[in-house]
């Protein structure tokens, strides 16, 4: 420490020790208020003294003296002289359970019911049942309310006093007693003793009258166990707060025990939306019980049991199914403040295995969006390949045929709030350029499910569909044409077992097999040729270059990167052009000729 500081502490402490030692020669704060009374208050002042002394030693001849002697006994101790919050000679003998003297001042003319400086009647400090016998007898309420509109029983609930708790019963108190503040289980669970729930049961407590709040905090802090107590003996499973309903709290808490207690009870499951609901996902609680519960499918299970409509439609115009593949982690992640969730059977990023949970339980797989079927959703989000893997393998579909117009072309539908960032513009690298740049050639060519899936860059799931339903492609006429444009070359191999529509063009004539002998699809060429692909077909002498982008680099989404050959060639003339060797030693093994 430097000699600055040693100086400067010594000097502090100094100061400290003459501050002390001049308070300690000072008179006291309660001695200065008593010198200045008056020697009548004085002497007022001294007599409490007195009594106060007597009732703790428990002189009953001093007490009987002083109250023989005109000694009023409605007071409390040392509020007036001393200026502090103090009890009354009742409530010193009771909370002392000195009951001798307390019989003493109540015979003597002391109130029963009065309330002591701490705004509290006798009856907040009794001890045992003699002192509740004795204040009764005297009329005294042992349901009166303290300055906090708590009783006496209430009070003891708050501070968990388990002996204080059965003593007033037995005493008589009643439990549903009226209060100003919460109820008896919602003060025991406020005061963290939500162990005297079942005590409080037991005793014959009605969590309906009043009706209970105890399930909140309950559900907050996880207490499931107690939860479903009270539900089971009669709280309401309807009980709403101002944003929200019980259940679908315990939901969001993932709190499954008490949801399906809550749903036994004949709790409704059938919400009506909020406001919000008409323009998002969120506030839909008509939906949100099923979307919600597909974490954990026993609950799902449960509330479909108990009548839970998993195909309903919310406000906004989405089902259970289409508003989690659009906003899976909503109402899901089981946050608590002050505590942890619940674990939930499926994470909440696993959308694929929460939709199936509602598939199994037997959600519509087709129920729309607005104009969207939920594999629509899954694959124009985009949303996890295994998801629209389900969706196909449980009998989805694409519903969605178009014709381009000459005038112009709506570009592809894509969904509404809410989506990911950039998912509403998916499809822009794709479709216009390849659409409405090209209007002249693709004018009257029609659009349909597969076509569509491809434009969204998922062939996966566009050869998926074909796999499982080989009707799909005939309705798809353009389909081997758009699919190669687009270099989704393994949706043309496996379409081609499916369509007959093998020579289909544009209207400047480029062909499937025009396409793949340009891109050295050398597969896709042999199955073109094995389909009935024409040879000789020749694209138009004045057709412009279609797209400056070769079709597998368009479909990964890359900018342009050469000229297409112009117009005026056959499939042989095209591989050529692009030096596809291989392709072009398997066109002339099948008879092409230049």
């Not at 502090?84 to 109540?106: D, E, G, K, M, Y």
């Not at 393998?393 to 809410?418: C, F, H, M």
């Not at 043309?492 to 097999?513: C, F, K, M, Y």
């Amino acid at each position: 420490m430097s000699r600055i500081g040693s100086a400067r502490y010594a000097a502090i402490a100094c100061f400290v020790l003459a501050s002390s030692a001049a308070l300690a020669q000072s008179p006291s704060l309660d001695s200065r208020r008593e010198s200045a009374l008056s020697p009548g208050q004085q002497a007022t002042l001294a007599r409490h003294d007195e009594l106060q002394a007597a009732i703790v030693k428990q002189d009953a001849a001093r007490v009987s003296a002083m109250i023989r002697g005109g000694m009023p006994l409605d007071f409390n101790f040392d509020e007036t002289a001393r200026g502090r919050t103090s009890q009354s000679p009742l409530t010193v003998a009771i909370s002392l359970n000195h009951l001798a003297i307390a019989r003493l001042l109540l015979e003597g003319g002391a109130t029963a019911g009065r309330l002591d400086g701490f705004g509290e009647a006798a009856v907040h400090s009794v001890k045992s049942l003699e002192a509740v016998q004795l204040l009764e007898k005297h009329g005294a309420d042992i349901d009166a309310q303290n300055r906090r509109g708590m009783t006496a029983l209430a009070q003891a609930v708050e501070r968990g006093d388990l002996a204080k708790v059965e003593l007033l019963i037995a005493g008589g108190a009643r439990l549903d007693a009226p209060l100003k503040g919460p109820d008896l289980f919602t003060v025991a669970v406020k005061g963290n003793h939500a162990e005297l729930i079942p005590v409080l049961l037991a005793r014959g407590a009605d969590p309906r009258s009043p009706p209970t709040a105890a399930l909140w905090p309950l559900i907050e802090s996880g207490d499931t166990e107690r939860a479903r107590m009270l539900v089971e003996r009669g709280a309401d499973p309807d009980a709403r707060n101002d944003r929200e309903w019980l259940i679908t709290r315990a939901l969001y808490r993932q709190r499954w025990e008490v949801v399906a207690s809550l749903a036994d009870a004949g709790a409704n499951l059938r919400l009506p939306d909020g406001p919000e609901c008409a323009s998002a996902a969120r506030g839909c609680y008509s939906i949100e019980l099923a979307r919600t519960a597909s974490l954990h499918p026993p609950t799902l299970a449960r509330l479909k049991s108990r009548g839970l409509d998993l195909d309903a439609y919310a406000a906004g115009g989405h089902t259970a199914l289409t508003a989690l593949i659009v906003d899976p982690m909503y109402g899901a992640t089981g946050s608590v403040r002050g505590g942890t969730a619940a674990s939930a059977t499926i994470p909440a990023s696993d959308v694929a295995a929460r939709a199936r949970a509602l598939l199994g339980q037997g959600a519509d797989p087709n129920r729309r969006y607005r104009d969207l079927t939920p594999l629509m959703l899954a694959i124009a989000i985009p949303g996890p390949r295994a998801l629209s893997d389900l969706l196909v393998d449980a009998g989805g579909r694409v519903e969605y045929r178009s014709t381009i117009q000459k005038q112009g072309w709506n570009e592809l539908p894509t969904p509404g709030y809410p989506l990911p960032a950039g998912a509403s513009t998916v499809l822009r690298s794709v479709s216009e350029p390849l659409i409405h740049n090209n209007l002249r050639l693709f004018t009257g060519m029609t659009v349909g499910p597969l076509t569509w899936t491809t434009f969204h860059r998922r062939p996966d799931a566009a050869v998926r569909l074909l796999a499982r339903d080989r009707k799909v492609a005939p309705e798809d006429r353009f389909l081997l044409y758009f699919a190669g444009l687009l270099g989704a070359w393994d949706v043309v191999i496996q379409a081609l077992a499916h369509t007959r529509e093998v020579n289909v063009s544009d209207r400047a004539g480029v062909t499937p097999l025009m396409l793949a002998a340009e891109d050295g699809q050398v597969d896709a060429v042999k199955a073109l040729i094995a389909g009935g692909a024409k040879l000789d077909a020749k694209s138009a002498n004045d057709w412009p270059p279609l797209l400056e982008t070769p079709p597998a680099m368009l479909f990964m989404g890359h900018g342009p990167t050469r000229p297409r050959l112009v117009g005026g060639y056959t499939a042989l003339k095209a591989a050529r052009g692009r030096q596809q060797e291989e392709v072009v030693r398997v066109l002339l093994a099948a008879g092409a000729r230049d």
